[in-house]
């Protein structure tokens, strides 16, 4: 394993148990410290999917799903982008040029 890897993974087990031991948060933040409630977030998400129609909810099947939003909307992804723009480059993952890439996370 290198050590972005190791990382990756001593970044992700630290994230899980705070947000084991941390309760999402229910007072507004986003002026002092930039942070968003799950409320904020889902109606950010919504006037952004309303908006821009590149834009969409998706929902999550699997052990990312987060009890404190909707489970139809638990991440925002962005469709229709030339992967070469999404990238930053033109070697993202041997898709370049005009292609276009659909780029669904969460699992």
């Not at 507004?28 to 908006?51: I, S």
């Not at 052990?63 to 925002?76: A, G, H, I, N, V």
């Not at 992967?83 to 699992?107: F, H, V, Y």
């Amino acid at each position: 394993m290198d050590v972005s890897g190791l990382r990756h993974r001593i970044h992700e087990a630290y994230k899980s148990t705070a947000e084991m031991l941390l309760s999402a948060r229910s007072a507004t933040a986003f002026a002092e410290k930039g942070v968003l409630t799950p409320d904020e977030f889902v109606a950010a998400g919504d006037n952004l999917v309303a908006k821009c129609p590149t834009w969409a909810w998706e929902g999550s099947r699997c052990s990312r799903r987060r009890s404190f939003l909707p489970p139809d909307k638990q991440y925002l992804i962005h469709t229709q982008c030339p992967l070469s723009q999404a990238s930053g480059s033109n070697g993202g993952g041997g898709i370049a040029g005009d292609r276009w890439q659909r780029d669904i996370g969460g699992c």
